[in-house]
């Protein structure tokens, strides 16, 4: 589970996984938003005192989400990944969750091959957004 201690440690990991974020997705105000709703769903990997891997699952009473999966780069391919998105899934079935959504930047496309060995499928739906005020 995230602690506030962890904050400059997750940002600096985030800065590197998810370089360029878009104004909305300012790792300080993404966590700040996170510990207002659903804490309990936001995970940190530690590895001798030191956080090397986040995730956040999301769940709305209807379908559950998989956000920020992120594993420090000297870290990779040792199975972190799939501890923290296996952690999600467990916390989202406790509460009721039976399904998982999760979105992959078509510039990442790489990822996709993480999430199908975990078991994600590419399902045929158009993505869509807006933007609201707030
Ligand atoms: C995606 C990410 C979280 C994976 O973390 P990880 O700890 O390396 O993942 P795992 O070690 O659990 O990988 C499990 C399996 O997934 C597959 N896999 C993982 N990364 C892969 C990659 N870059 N390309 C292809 N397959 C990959 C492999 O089959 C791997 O098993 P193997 O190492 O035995 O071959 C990590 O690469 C990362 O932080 N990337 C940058 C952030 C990011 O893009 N996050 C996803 C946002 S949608």
Redesign the pocket.
């Known amino acids: 589970m995230y602690r506030p201690d962890d904050e400059s440690a997750v940002m600096a990991l985030w800065r590197d996984?998810?370089p360029d974020p878009a104004p909305w997705n300012e790792p300080r105000s993404v966590i700040a938003k996170k510990l207002a709703t659903q804490p309990d769903l936001f995970f940190v990997a530690v590895s001798e005192g030191a956080v090397v891997g986040t995730a956040m699952g999301g769940f709305d009473g209807h379908r559950g989400w998989l956000y920020t999966?992120?594993?420090r780069p000297d870290l990779?391919?040792?199975?972190?990944?799939?501890a923290l998105v296996r952690h999600v899934e467990a916390a989202l079935e406790t509460l009721g969750c039976s399904k998982v959504n999760?979105q992959?930047l078509a510039s990442?496309a790489?990822?996709v091959?993480?999430y199908a060995?975990l078991g994600y499928a590419v399902e045929e739906r158009v993505s869509m957004g807006k933007r609201l005020a707030s």
């Not at 990779?76 to 799939?82: A, D, P, V, W």
């Open positions: 996984a998810f999966v992120a594993v990779r391919r040792l199975g972190i990944g799939t999760l992959v990442n790489s990822v091959a993480f060995r």
